[in-house]
């Protein structure tokens, strides 16, 4: 197959690896494979054994360029938002030619100067956003490409991330024999992908259940102005039921797809299964709203977190609601159980693509549908960043007015002027957590 404008996300999960191919063809974007592996060598969605890491990637690769029949060359990877920080950055050049017709040249030069002061140094740029270009004064261009001028200003954002993150993603990818197009942040990119834009531009909270961690994200202005991770995802669940019914993961794994439920007010107890548990001979049944009610357990912390979090920021009435996505959000009757906590204005997000009908999809595809859509100029932005790290221009002097503190206040600042929502549902959740919590007090 012909591998003229195709890109390929690459998703590097805590618990899986999914890779979704793309390919452009006019303005449509066709899937033509995907691939899916169990990964191995990461923690909490940081890569703790890169050998391992690689040998999982080059399996969903090897998946999903064999579905697409092509050969798999080159990844756009998606970074999490991990100690994500986010910085307001400034860039001025002179316009070099003599005719005085602003080049991407220029644009590189002045993303470079933009990135040359203000980074901590041990952060790395994983996206820079051009907010505005101003030409000799005059602002709000959004490509200043082939415009006349003799001063260039470039206002932006720039995302950065632990420089070690992005160093051993970049070596797992490159182990498992790929080249590294770009990386993108993984909020940044979903929310850009899966939100239609009433959302983006009055405000919606994205919330990424994903299976080693949850993201929690604000997108509002067309722009990511918060993010909040939470170390706790589907694992945790499947951990919980392990524990409580004494089973083995694997067992425990299978029993939550099979006939686990995100609320226990949409279940019935007298629906039972049977569960091999370990130490036993014969197996015990349990009911489905027994599961469901250890499963509520942990999801109910993993929403109040990200509730209190948003409720600081007065953040919970944003117009756009709250979106879930990501593999965890694909028990059945998430939505509702969401809505105890978050209230009403809560939706799913699954991608309609043949082959990719799951939640756990969206990051890959959001990554490939991300880079593709990107301007010559947001190319041109990515390849400084990209030719920034080849280099090993790491050593910026952090300038005292672009520090710690700075970084933090812009990412913490984001108010919306909304009223702010019920509380959770507390007594509900504390009866969930006690019937919980008296499982291991049982004699």
């Known amino acids: 197959m012909n591998n003229s404008g195709v890109t390929v996300g690459l998703d590097i999960g805590t618990t899986s690896i999914k890779v979704v191919i793309t390919q452009m063809a006019g303005n449509q974007f066709n899937v033509i494979g995907a691939g899916n592996a169990p990964s191995r060598g990461l923690r909490r969605g940081v890569i703790v054994d890169i050998d391992a890491t690689a040998n999982a990637i080059r399996e969903a690769i090897n998946q999903a360029q064999e579905k697409a029949n092509i050969q798999i060359n080159e990844v756009v990877a998606g970074i999490p938002a991990n100690q994500i920080k986010i910085i307001d950055v400034d ?41 505005e ?14 415009m006349i001028g003799v001063r260039l200003e470039m206002h932006g954002i720039a995302y950065v991330g632990p420089e070690k993150v992005l160093d051993n993603t970049r070596m797992a990818i490159q182990k498992a024999g790929l080249t590294l197009r770009e990386f993108v942040l993984a909020p940044l990119a979903m929310g850009s992908v899966i939100l239609n834009d009433g959302q983006q531009d009055f405000g919606t909270v994205l919330i990424d259940l994903g299976g080693g961690q949850t993201s929690t994200s604000i997108i509002h202005d067309r722009k990511l102005k918060f993010t909040f991770v939470d170390i706790e995802g589907g694992d945790n669940v499947t951990r919980d039921i392990s524990t409580v019914l004494g089973t083995s993961y694997i067992n425990a794994e299978k029993i939550k797809r099979d006939y686990g439920y995100a609320d226990p007010k949409q279940t019935i107890s ?11 001979d014969v197996t015990k049944q349990f009911d489905e709203q027994y599961l469901s009610e250890i499963i509520a357990a942990r999801l109910e912390q993993m929403y109040t977190r990200s509730f209190e979090q948003l409720k600081q920021i007065g953040a919970l009435n944003l117009p756009g609601g709250f979106v879930l996505t990501g593999g965890n959000a694909a028990l059945p009757k998430m939505v509702d159980f969401a809505k105890r906590v978050l209230g009403d204005n809560v939706r799913l997000f699954v991608p309609d693509q043949i082959g990719l009908r799951h939640p756990s999809y969206s990051r890959a595809l959001s990554y490939a549908i991300f880079a593709s859509r990107e301007t010559m100029t947001q190319q041109v932005i990515k390849q400084t960043i990209m030719q920034r790290r080849e280099l090993g221009q790491q050593d ?48």
């Open 91 to 131: 860039g001025l050049v002179s316009i070099a030619n003599q005719n005085k017709r602003i080049t991407y040249q220029d644009v590189q030069n002045v993303a470079t100067q933009a990135l040359s002061r203000g980074l901590p140094a041990d952060q790395d740029v994983i996206e820079l956003v051009a907010e």
């Open 133 to 146: 270009f101003i030409v000799d004064g005059f602002d709000g261009i959004k490509d200043p490409h082939e």
């Open 270 to 280: 007298a629906h039972e299964f049977p569960v091999e548990v370990i130490g036993e």
């Open 396 to 443: 910026v002097v952090l300038a005292n007015d672009f520090g710690e503190d700075v970084a933090q206040q812009s990412l913490e600042t984001f108010q919306y002027d909304g009223e702010i929502v019920n509380e959770p549902e507390q007594s509900f959740f504390n009866k969930i957590r006690q019937k919980i919590s008296n499982l291991f007090n049982e004699e």
